[in-house]
């Protein structure tokens, strides 16, 4: 199942499954989650050639030659992954119905790995209730 992965850099991640893994589906998101003449950091995937074309300054990354150019690069990303595999791979593959919610845990869980979770998820239920 395909996921899009956004990093602002020292900042949140925003995750999203994908229909496919097409250019179209990845610029619907990419508009929708960054400021246009954003300087946006990506591998070399295919699909991220037509960022330039809408009103981004794209830089990207050969992982194939080394994984870093200067500031070029997209290690926060990786490590996000990195993050929400590691506490997936425990349940040994999860149903392609649930994964959208599990992935959506992982972002929020990242974004919020320097607070209590219990203490935040009881704020925000809280805050609906009142």
Not at 46 to 68: A, P
Request: hydrophobic share 40%.
């Amino acid at each position: 199942m395909p996921v899009f992965g956004i990093l602002e850099r020292n900042g949140r991640v925003s995750v999203n499954v994908l229909p496919d893994v097409s250019a179209d589906s990845i610029l619907s998101i990419a508009v929708r989650k960054v400021k246009r003449g954003s300087i946006v950091y990506t591998d070399k995937w295919k699909s991220y050639d037509t960022l330039m074309f809408c009103g981004y300054r794209h830089m990207k990354v050969d992982h194939d030659v080394r994984f870093f150019r200067g500031k070029v690069h997209i290690n926060g990303m990786e490590g996000f992954w990195s993050y929400a595999e590691e506490r997936l791979i425990k349940h040994h593959g999860v149903s392609p119905r649930k994964f959208p919610l599990y992935i959506k845990e992982m972002e929020f869980r990242y974004n919020n790995r320097e607070r209590d979770v219990f203490d935040t998820l009881l704020n925000y239920i809280t805050d609906l209730v009142a």
